[in-house]
């Protein structure tokens, strides 16, 4: 059985079953990214809840896996070479997993740098922008009297979904097939439920991304991963 007792996390979250891979997360948009794909692929693991209060995302079991102080992180008892290997940043982890298992990254280079393409779109620009909105929308930004900042994130979020709008024109899925890709991005659309913000960035005139959205939650494992790990311990 695989040890991992050389990672200080363990002592905060033990795992159960060394052996497995282990999750560290919450269920936020970028949390629920790599839940999804664990369970679209029966990958066994370990979800430990981290919440996002500073005592979780701040302590030093914590901060000596992922030194940014973000959910998710993992732990893979069986890395690249054969031994343990501890990786953070969502997009990071859904590749690393996917070539790991072989699954929803295409292996053509056109097709993989295709889906890449869309991760990192999603990584740069939805997830970042998205943040921002609800920020000025639902939680402590909301206050600010200055108008200009929501509605530069409220503008922004509008370009974004005309981005996706127009990509879904002749495909299902963001990427073509269903990816990682989509495992990223739909999560943040969600979000704006959450946020409070549809009718603000005029989420019912995009059509094809309300579908692709509705396609992807009905997916079984990501009706699963919703609550991976649960909200409430």
Do not use: C
């Amino acid at each position: 059985m695989a040890s991992l007792d050389a990672f200080p996390i363990t002592r905060r979250w033990p795992p159960q079953d060394p052996s497995v891979l282990q999750l560290y997360s919450y269920p936020t948009p970028n949390g629920i990214k790599v839940s999804v794909f664990l369970e679209e692929t029966g990958l066994p693991y370990e979800a430990h809840r981290v919440t996002l209060d500073d005592a979780d995302v701040k302590s030093p079991e914590f901060l000596s896996l992922n030194p940014n102080n973000k959910i998710p992180a993992i732990i893979d008892p069986d890395g690249p070479d054969g031994r343990p290997f501890g990786l953070f940043e969502s997009g990071a982890i859904l590749i690393y997993l996917a070539e790991k298992t072989g699954r929803f990254l295409p292996a053509d280079p056109r097709g993989r740098h295709e889906t890449i393409q869309w991760l990192m779109f999603q990584m740069g620009g939805v997830g970042p922008l998205f943040g921002q909105l609800g920020f000025f929308v639902k939680f402590k930004g909301a206050e600010v009297a200055d108008p200009i900042p929501r509605e530069r994130y409220v503008g922004e979020a509008r370009r974004l979904l005309g981005v996706i709008e127009t990509a879904l024109e002749d495909r299902e899925w963001i990427a073509g097939a269903y990816s990682i890709a989509d495992m990223a991005l739909a999560p943040w659309l969600n979000a704006l439920d959450f946020y409070g913000a549809k009718a603000l960035v005029g989420w019912e005139e995009h059509p094809r991304t309300v579908a692709y959205l509705d396609r992807f939650l009905a997916r079984p494992a990501v009706i699963r991963a919703r609550d991976i790990p649960p909200r409430e311990g």
